[in-house]
């Protein structure tokens, strides 16, 4: 079992920026990719990065709708991964959540609520 904790979520104005944590119970980067999900109301969950597993690589993905504003990376030691988000929009806003996965296993986070609002 891994437990995954994100943190980093809040309230922003558009333009700004925040940076999401996730730390994992133990140590997963080396066979795991990493990825973050979001999840506006009403709206299916998408994927907004990943990072690919240290044996495989560690490539990097980005949505189309995040690219050149937010970026994935990983702590190995603290067993983190964040994103960082730059220049926030209102569509931005939804919940944040971190996964990892390995074949046919899969862990989520809970979730952070992230809202871009004047």
């Known amino acids: 079992q891994v437990q995954l904790v994100e943190s980093g979520g809040g309230l922003v104005q558009p333009g700004g920026s925040l940076r999401l944590s996730c730390a994992a119970s133990?140590?997963?980067?080396?066979?795991?990719?990493m990825g973050w999900y979001r999840q506006a109301p009403g709206k299916q969950r998408e994927l907004v990065a990943v990072?690919?597993?240290?044996?495989?690589?560690?490539?990097?993905n980005y949505a189309d709708s995040v690219k050149g504003r937010f970026t994935i990376s990983r702590d190995n030691a603290k067993n983190t991964v964040y994103l960082q988000m730059n220049s926030l929009k209102p569509e931005d806003t939804a919940v944040y959540y971190c996964?990892?996965?390995?074949?046919?296993?899969?862990?989520w986070g809970q979730g952070t609520q992230v809202t871009v609002s004047s």
């Open positions: 996964n990892a996965r390995y074949r046919s296993d899969a862990y």
């Open positions: 133990r140590s997963i980067f080396s066979i795991y990719a």
């Open positions: 990072i690919s597993s240290i044996t495989s690589g560690g490539y990097i």
